[in-house]
């Protein structure tokens, strides 16, 4: 026992293997993979070699030199001389002796040193060097065996000539101690792999254990600053405990505030109930009042007609004042009278003959002097007529160079004075918009802009026009007496700078020439449309209505403007379309069961505008020079024509 436990003492001082407390070594606790290397490898090195004298000779001699080359200590096993026992071999005889087989030679007797190390005490499972160390004792009792039957061997190479016919079974032999030994190096490898990972696993403990001690110290000072956090809480505590009885005390103070709060809200609540009912009232009061002012407001441009006649005279311009000194053959009675002046001389020339006075009333008459700002003073009552619900047409006529486009949309560069009607009317429009909200009407808006140039519908929003496109008047259907153009580009508007860039667009695009009579003539009918649809929620009140307001093409007479070729079909079909339109009024004042509408594209797109249910006024422009006498004598007779006309009571468009 003494010598075992120093023998222990050598080992675990030899051994690196770490020493793990009841961990028991059997196949369970080798790991499969380290096994199944294992096993691999000992397949491969104990494959049955052939059983020829050569592959006998050779192996034989590698366990010889496996032995001679092992330490001495642990050769004890070399110098036993083995004896001989009565065992019988199992072979063949051999075919040329014919001798019965030769009893073989096995050892009687082993050194009480290898069999101590094979019997030794089974060690415990966790003292793994010991067991190295008993595995390594017994690899060397293997060897000395193994050089036991190499000596054998040696024996029976002499004897051959006499044994041959026992050579087959100490072939069978050696081949069997040979696998014995694969047999031991592969447990010998597996111990190695085992070894390796419990050498990997013990260090995983180390670094796990290292963690432990990582996380320990972090819970320390997590624990510390915890508990520096419970004392900043305790007195953070003892601070809320007093700010809540200083709260507390408020409370009292605020509840005592809210009481008396409270009373008099129920008081302001009943004021503010007052407030309502009386501002329902005063809104039923304003909406009566609007609808009263509407319906005054109806009668008194009924009263003043429903198709009304402006004349106007423009100033002289231009190499017209050096001319004409002053205008001698217009005179003005009052705001409502014009009287034109012709002194006809005698057929020889010697006599002159008293002046010829030709005296016209209109609704007003505005001198050279009258301003922009003056004449829309007259116009915005019926501008109001069309927010209330009512069509509107609003034209002006007059030949060609008497100031019909300044007096509708102004110079070509417009500032707040020489604004035009139709800017103005869209001002005044929005403006007004803008108050009736506050009475709960909302409105919307769509603008569009054509030309009637020789009986064709042009688009003055559309800079380029495709080809092909046809524009067509039709009814929007069978039951209703709206009007629209197919293909025309409807633009929604909400603001008075998106209809002057409407405005813009179309100015560019309007056809003018120039003729004998006026450099810059207009060559068709312009006609600007703003539909407007204005809803009362409140009230479910609903109003429609159409704003025409047209800048007719001037009219001339052939001989003096001169014109031929494109020039002259463009005269001829504006001569044609103003008379179709005086035609339509004179039909629509007779009361006529048939009004030729359709006779032109200007009266057919208009005749909502021009019929008994909508108000109408038309400008005439009047040229203040007497070369243009015939022209401007032709144009009051037409509108005193028109002026005589009575087109009934308009209706306003609301449901």
């Known amino acids: ?76 096993l070399e110098n036993v001389r083995p004896k001989v026992t009565s065992a019988t071999v199992v072979g063949v005889p051999t075919k040329a002796t014919g001798r019965k087989p030769v009893p073989a030679v096995v050892p009687a007797t082993v050194s009480k040193t290898a069999l101590s190390v094979v019997v030794s005490k089974k060690r415990p499972g ?17 060897k000395g065996k193994m050089h036991y039957l190499t000596e054998l061997n040696r024996s029976l190479q002499e004897e051959l000539e006499l ?30 792999a085992v070894q390796q990972d419990l050498n990997t696993e013990l260090q995983k403990s180390k670094t796990e254990l290292l963690n432990v001690k990582l996380d320990r110290d972090n819970f320390f000072n997590v624990c510390n600053t915890q508990k520096e956090d419970l004392d900043g809480l305790r007195a953070t505590k003892q601070n809320l405990s007093n700010l809540l009885e200083l709260k507390e005390g408020q409370i009292q103070v605020t509840e005592a505030n809210l009481s008396q709060a409270m009373h008099e809200l129920e008081q302001l609540r009943i004021q503010v109930a007052d407030l309502k009912a009386e501002t329902a009232r005063q809104a039923d009061e304003l909406c009566a009042q609007e609808m009263q002012r509407r319906k ?46 012709k002194v006809e001389e005698s057929h020889t020339g010697r006599e002159r003959k008293e002046a010829v006075k030709y005296h016209f009333d209109f609704d007003c008459v505005f001198q050279p002097t009258a301003t922009q700002e003056i004449i829309f003073e007259e116009l915005s009552l019926l501008v109001q007529s069309a927010l209330d619900g009512y069509h509107v047409c609003i034209f002006a006529y007059g030949q060609t160079g008497s100031g019909k486009t300044y007096t509708m949309e102004g110079p070509d560069i417009v500032t707040l004075d020489t604004m035009g009607m139709i800017p103005r009317a869209v001002g005044q429009i929005f403006k007004r918009v803008d108050e009736l909200k506050n009475k709960g009407w ?5 603008a569009s802009f054509i030309e009637i140039y020789n009986e064709t519908i042009r688009d003055l929003l559309v800079s380029k026009p495709e080809k092909n496109v046809e524009y067509e008047i039709k009814r929007v259907s069978q039951t209703s007496e709206e009007l629209y153009v197919t293909n025309l580009k409807y633009k929604t508007v909400t603001s008075e700078e998106e209809v002057h860039r409407l405005l813009q667009i179309a100015r560019t695009n309007r056809s003018v ?76 004042s007779n009361k006529e069961s048939h009004i030729p509408f359709r006779n032109s594209k200007l009266t057919y797109l208009l005749q909502n505008s021009l019929g008994g249910n909508s108000k109408t006024l038309m400008f005439v422009n009047i040229s203040p020079c007497e070369e243009n006498f015939s022209e401007s004598l032709n144009s009051l007779r037409f509108a005193s024509k028109v002026n005589e006309c009575v087109i009934g009571t308009a209706h306003a468009n609301r449901r």
């Not at 649809?533 to 093409?553: F, I, K």
Request: hydrophobic share 35%; net charge positive; proline share 2%.
């Open 163 to 192: 044994v041959k016919s026992h050579l087959k079974n100490s072939k069978a032999e050696a081949f069997n101690a040979h696998q014995q030994i694969s047999a031991k190096d592969l447990e010998v490898k597996t111990l190695l």
């Open 513 to 588: 020439a120039k003729t004998a009579i006026n450099d810059r003539s207009s060559r068709s009918h312009s006609v600007f449309q703003l539909k407007i649809v204005g809803r009362h929620e409140d009230r479910d009140l609903n109003a429609s209505s159409v704003l025409s307001l047209v800048d007719l093409a001037g009219s001339e007479r052939l001989d003096k403007s001169l014109s031929t070729g494109e020039r002259l079909r463009e005269a001829q079909a504006i001569n044609t379309s103003l008379s179709t339109l005086g035609l339509v009024i004179t039909s629509i």
């Open 296 to 341: 005054l407001h109806n009668i008194i441009q009924e009263l003043k007609g429903n198709i009304r006649v402006f004349c106007r005279v423009r100033p002289l311009i231009g190499v017209e004042k050096e001319k004409y000194e002053q205008i001698e053959h217009i005179s003005f009675q009052d705001d409502r009278s014009i009287i034109l002046y």
């Open 442 to 446: 909302k409105y919307s808006f769509t």
């Open 1 to 76: 026992m003494a010598g075992r436990s120093d023998d222990d003492k050598t080992v675990k001082a030899n051994s690196n293997l770490p020493m793990l407390k009841k961990r028991i070594l059997s196949d369970e606790n080798i790991p499969q993979s380290a096994v199944k290397r294992l096993r691999d490898n000992g397949a491969a090195s104990t494959r049955p070699k052939l059983a020829t004298d050569i592959a006998a000779k050779r192996s034989f001699e590698n366990i010889r030199l496996k032995i001679s080359s092992s330490p001495p200590a642990k050769r004890s």
């Open 126 to 142: 966790w003292d793994l060097k010991g067991q190295v160390a008993d595995m390594q004792e017994k690899v060397s009792v293997y």
